[in-house]
């Protein structure tokens, strides 16, 4: 089974702290995913990476910024958390192969962050 | 501008009876759409998908219907369970599967 492992459940920051959620995934993924969750809002796109170093943004990128140095890893970083960035961040991977039929994201446990 | 869209926030249903979940997207350059389950305080998890060239895809109790041409796609649980109690998403992907578009969610309960 894949494997997609966010580094805490829970987590507490102060306003203007710098967040860093790290997200590994054992699967050998190309494709890996940050999301947040707000009741209302479903899962928002915050960014998206398809290779090591490679990102493009989602719906959602402002305030956040995100770093892929090898390719089972992917972090989401708050440059300056604000208390609307408090939210449920989702954390996937996927492989698409044709021959595999659709594509299908993996999550993460997910990272419940309250900014206080 | 939302691309898949969930208009019921929320649905509950008898122990036994039929749940029927649905979703409408506008981008019909998706093949690919999925349903996710996700429990609270756990992230989502695969339920079921259907391709574009397929208008029915079943899988135990749970069968997605696809109507093309309206741009609507349905679950239907049969018959429904409490553990069956979650919300659950729609999502669809482009041709490069490298995107998922998410819904708003369906808060679904099940009344024993």
């Known amino acids: 089974d894949v494997k997609v492992t966010q580094s805490s459940r829970y987590l507490v920051k102060r306003t203007g702290e710098k967040v860093f959620l790290e997200c590994v995934q054992d699967?050998?993924?190309?494709?890996m995913f940050w999301y947040r969750q707000d009741p209302g809002l479903g899962l928002r796109l915050i960014y998206f990476?398809?290779?090591?170093?490679?990102?493009e943004k989602g719906d959602i990128p402002e305030g956040y910024s995100v770093s892929r140095e090898k390719k089972e890893r992917f972090s989401l970083i708050l440059e300056s958390a604000s208390t609307n960035q408090t939210s449920m961040y989702l954390c996937?991977?996927?492989?698409?192969?044709?021959?595999?039929?659709?594509?299908?994201?993996?999550f993460g446990q997910g990272t419940r962050l309250t900014v206080v | 501008d939302q691309q898949v869209k969930q208009n019921s926030p929320s649905l509950s249903v008898q122990e036994g009876r039929i749940s029927i979940l649905n979703c409408d997207y506008t981008?019909?350059?998706?093949?690919?759409f999925l349903w996710y389950k996700k429990y609270p305080a756990e992230g989502p998890t695969f339920l079921i998908s259907?391709?574009?060239?397929?208008d029915k895809n079943e899988d135990g109790r749970f069968t997605v219907f696809l109507n093309k041409s309206a741009k609507h796609l349905s679950l239907h649980i049969v018959p429904s369970q409490p553990g069956d109690s979650a919300v659950y998403f729609c999502?669809?992907?482009?041709?490069?599967?490298?995107?998922?578009?998410f819904g708003t969610g369906t808060s679904l309960t099940v009344i024993p």
């Open positions: 996937a991977s996927s492989l698409f192969l044709v021959e595999l039929g659709a594509p299908k994201a993996f």
């Open positions: 699967m050998d993924h190309e494709n």
């Open positions: 990476s398809y290779d090591v170093k490679m990102k």
């Open positions: 981008n019909s350059m998706f093949d690919y």
């Open positions: 259907i391709s574009s060239i397929k």
């Open positions: 999502a669809a992907s482009p041709n490069t599967g490298n995107q998922f578009y």
